[in-house]
């Protein structure tokens, strides 16, 4: 097998190019994008003006924050677009918006594939977090104990006793 300058060359710029990609891509070189502390607190920022509730603790949504950089990061080209979208928050100032320059931000945002996933990850993972069913006064799943007929079916004393008629 001879080899040619031309694939020599080649061979040299591709590695040059990945060398390239995984310096600028932290995912490429092991550090998880967005897993930096500066990124966090845009990004716990970012999830607090989609989602706000006043009575939330930051622990929830930055549970939420480390899902959202977990899925980000499951590959390459996801890890490119969080990347970017995080530094497009940080560009346009986000972290320091009033809440309603937040929000009107969020909704000339809200057809990305950021905001979408940033979306996505949050609504399943901060509703789905324990302390945050104890704030909402949420149970938990009814099926471990005997479902709800047995366990306060009846036990909304906000309304009014329902009349019962015959046929």
């Known amino acids: 097998m001879t080899l040619s300058r031309r694939s020599v060359l080649l061979g040299s710029a591709s590695v040059a190019v990945v060398g390239t990609m995984a310096a600028a891509t932290p995912a490429l070189a092991g550090a998880p994008v967005g897993s930096d ?47 970017q979208g995080l530094a497009e928050l940080k560009a346009e100032g ?47 799943a009814s099926y471990d104990q005997g479902c709800y007929i047995n366990r306060g079916f009846d036990d909304l004393d906000w309304l009014p006793n329902p009349r019962i008629t015959e046929l």
Request: hydrophobic share 50%.
């Open 94 to 140: 986000f972290a320091e918006m009033d809440e309603a320059a937040a929000l009107a931000h969020l909704e000339t945002i809200q057809s990305t594939d950021f905001f979408q996933l940033v979306r996505g990850t949050v609504v399943v993972t901060l509703y789905n977090d324990p302390e945050v069913w104890e704030i909402l006064g949420y149970e938990g």
């Open 37 to 83: 502390a500066a990124s966090k607190a845009l990004l716990l920022r970012f999830v607090r003006a989609m989602y706000p509730h006043a009575n939330f603790s930051d622990a929830p949504y930055a549970r939420s924050c480390d899902a959202i950089i977990a899925a980000a990061n499951k590959s390459i080209g996801q890890a490119v677009m969080f990347g």
